[in-house]
């Protein structure tokens, strides 16, 4: 049987422990996020939904992946001292992971289990919907209240999108 999600161990940026049980009742949107990346400015987009809701339940998780052409090659307190400086980021960061092949990190194996088929099209995988593994940076999970996936978004879907707003919306449901 999977591990649940809210059980598995994490590292935050900064080095300390954690879990989404730190985050048991909200409503959640992880993203593996690359500092050198086409996409890399989608943490505005990830700031401004993070600032929108998180009064009412909301946390945008960034887990920076160095796992797609280099993207991300710098350590946790470079990643960290870039996303503030550059992009504004308050959402909670974790320390870099794997988010494909033989290394991947347990969150996102259960994540992918949860929901292996992700929506939208994308410019970098035009099979996104049919494949189940992260296809790029900023692939978006999002989690309900109770921790199930309940949507899974291809990394060229902007966090501003309808599609996403709606479907936080949703699983905010207040």
Request: glycine letters at 8%; hydrophobic letters at 40%; aromatic letters at 10%.
């Amino acid at each position: 049987m999977p591990t649940p999600l809210f059980e598995i161990p994490l590292i935050r940026i900064d080095g300390s422990a954690a879990s989404l049980t730190d985050y048991a009742g909200s409503v959640l949107l992880i993203v593996n996020v690359a500092s050198k990346c086409g996409l890399t400015p989608q943490y505005e987009g990830l700031e401004s939904l993070y600032r929108t809701y998180r009064e009412r339940g909301f946390a945008v998780l960034g887990f920076p992946a160095n796992d797609f052409k280099g993207q991300e090659p710098g350590s946790d307190a470079e990643i960290s001292a870039f996303c503030r400086s550059v992009y504004g980021v308050e959402f909670p960061m974790f320390a870099k992971i794997e988010v494909t092949g033989e290394h991947t990190h347990p969150l996102y194996k259960a994540l992918l289990e949860a929901q292996p088929h992700a929506e939208g099209d994308s410019a970098k995988d035009p099979q996104a919907d049919t494949i189940d593994e992260v296809h790029w940076n900023f692939e978006k999970f999002l989690v309900d209240r109770s921790g199930s996936v309940v949507r899974r978004f291809v990394p060229d879907i902007k966090p501003e999108d309808r599609a996403v707003v709606g479907a936080i919306e949703a699983a905010l449901g207040d």
